[in-house]
């Protein structure tokens, strides 16, 4: 996982060879899973570069990117209907990130 919230089971359904990998993995066909590593190897390698180098190009507009992809899945994670109590909880809990945020500025400003 090089994305934070990104599982590779999640890609793996995405890009739709969830259940042949997994058949491969249980029968321990060791050709598809020889291609399987090797591919995910490479991708690995080359994302891993490839988002390093845009993190020292565009770190500001890349971290307001993958913030907006982190809480444009939240309708997939939020039931479609929250209560008042969970709304009340989610600001909670982004006014505790908030005010924790704040405080480790201020303390490295000092």
Request: aromatic content about 16%; cysteine-free; hydrophobic content about 60%.
């Amino acid at each position: 996982m090089i994305l934070p919230g990104i599982s590779g089971g999640t890609v793996l359904v995405v890009l739709g060879v969830y259940r042949p990998v997994i058949s491969a993995i249980a029968s321990l066909s060791l050709v598809p899973l020889f291609f399987f590593g090797s591919g995910l190897a490479v991708g690995l390698l080359v994302f891993a570069w490839f988002l390093s180098w845009l993190l020292r190009e565009y770190k500001q507009v890349l971290m307001y990117f993958l913030s907006g992809l982190i809480l444009g899945s939240l309708g997939s994670v939020v039931p479609p209907a929250p209560g008042a109590s969970a709304v009340l909880f989610f600001f909670l809990g982004f006014l505790l990130v908030w005010l924790l945020i704040s405080w480790a500025s201020r303390r490295e400003s000092v």
